[in-house]
């Protein structure tokens, strides 16, 4: 009796998908916005191993996790449109797909790294705020996805649909062909939005610091040193880490003898 090999699954119970070859698929893909975005992004979250998108119904209450959400619009002059967002999560992102061309062709979108290419790529962005502005929740993360090429990653964690480049301007921007590299981020952007907020990173730290100096405080004043030295000692540092938080040199900060 013959017995089939296994075939790899997914938490998800979908066959697992190959990296490398899920990324010199789409590498080769040509410019089709339209005829590549949904196909594109469902592989995706199958090569992340993340739900896909739910059909839709019709029902922004409803819709939370789908392709082509409806949001309402206002445009300057007050006028009110129902526009399309190309995938949408609650509580999550707001992703806008584009599909540039390698060579300028008709119909076919922007070459890549060119002036024109950078300027479609940030109107896509606009256009991601935009929608962004008008949710009731603004979600954490906003994604320009250029398919096969890159994703521009801002994010804006307070509700004011205010987004800056994630992590810092000049490295928002995920190559494609480094998907590996980049899979854990967008993987929390996908399912833990939050973990990411670098606020909470500070607070953690923060108050880790703040246990480990009352440790080194209480364990100093048992071994007989006076509260004062203690508290002097503590001082410096923190002021010590604050000096290399901040790069401070030697020179700028000693003392005055």
């Known amino acids: 009796m013959t017995t089939r090999p296994s075939v790899p699954r997914s938490v998800y119970g979908r066959a697992a998908m190959n990296l490398p070859a899920f990324i010199d698929r789409w590498l080769k893909s040509g410019s089709s916005e339209r005829a ?83 300027n479609a790529m940030q109107r896509a962005c606009t256009q991601a705020m935009r929608y962004a502005e008008n949710i009731a929740t603004p979600p954490p993360f906003l994604i320009v996805c250029d398919i096969a090429h890159c994703f521009d990653v801002y994010a804006g964690f307070d509700g004011t649909a205010r987004y800056t480049p994630f992590p810092i301007p000049e490295k928002k921007r995920l190559p494609f062909a480094d998907l590996a590299e980049h899979a854990d981020l967008l993987r929390a952007i996908w399912t833990d939005p939050l973990q990411l907020d670098p606020a909470r990173h500070a607070k953690k730290v923060s108050e880790d610091v703040a246990g480990l100096l009352a440790e080194v405080a209480s364990d100093l004043e048992r071994s007989g040193n006076k509260a004062e030295l203690v508290a002097e000692f503590l001082m410096r540092c923190l002021f010590t880490m604050f000096a290399e938080d901040v790069g401070c040199s030697k020179r700028t900060c000693s003392r005055t003898p």
């Open 36 to 118: 590549n975005k949904d196909s594109f992004l469902k592989e995706l979250c199958q090569v992340l191993d993340l739900p896909e998108p739910d059909p839709k119904r019709g029902d922004p209450e409803k819709d939370r996790y789908v392709f082509e959400r409806d949001v309402r619009v206002q445009a300057p002059d007050g006028k009110v449109t129902t526009k399309f967002m190309d995938l949408y999560k609650e509580g999550c992102f707001v992703l806008e797909a584009k599909q540039s061309a390698e060579k300028t062709a008709p119909k076919a979108g922007a070459k890549v790294s060119t002036e024109g290419w950078e």
